[in-house]
């Protein structure tokens, strides 16, 4: 979720319609805070065990642009930005320190 809003936020969209619900920057702040309190903390595993790990994350990463690029459909997918808004997104959960708001590092890519 907090993906495809970052790609109708570069698109200069304030809010995105997601399985039929529209989402806006507080929800997406939520998805990527909680990835990156994951990834950074020891212990964290999912409700099946699995430890989360950057291995876990980054396999799931892939996954969901999967899913987002067969939702969307390939052109929409080809001629949006998602692939920037999966960088920014990696670029947030990743960080040793925790960015205060998801849309800072991402004004720098506005035209």
């Known amino acids: 979720m907090a993906i495809q809003y970052l790609e109708a936020w570069l698109q200069c969209s ?13 929800t997406a702040e939520i998805s990527r805070s909680q990835v990156w309190q994951w990834l950074h903390h020891a212990n964290a595993m999912l409700a099946d065990g699995r430890e989360i790990s950057t291995e876990l994350y980054r396999g799931l990463l892939s996954e969901e642009m999967e899913k987002i690029k067969s939702m969307v459909g390939a ?3 080809a001629a949006g930005k998602y692939e920037l808004a999966r960088q920014l997104f990696d670029q947030l959960v990743m960080a040793k320190n925790f960015v205060e708001f998801l849309t ?7 035209e």
């Not at 304030?14 to 507080?26: K, L, P, R, S, T």
């Open 14 to 26: 304030g809010a995105a319609g997601i399985y039929n619900v529209m989402e806006d920057a507080a």
């Open 75 to 77: 052109p929409r997918f």
């Open 104 to 110: 800072l590092v991402a004004y720098e890519q506005l």
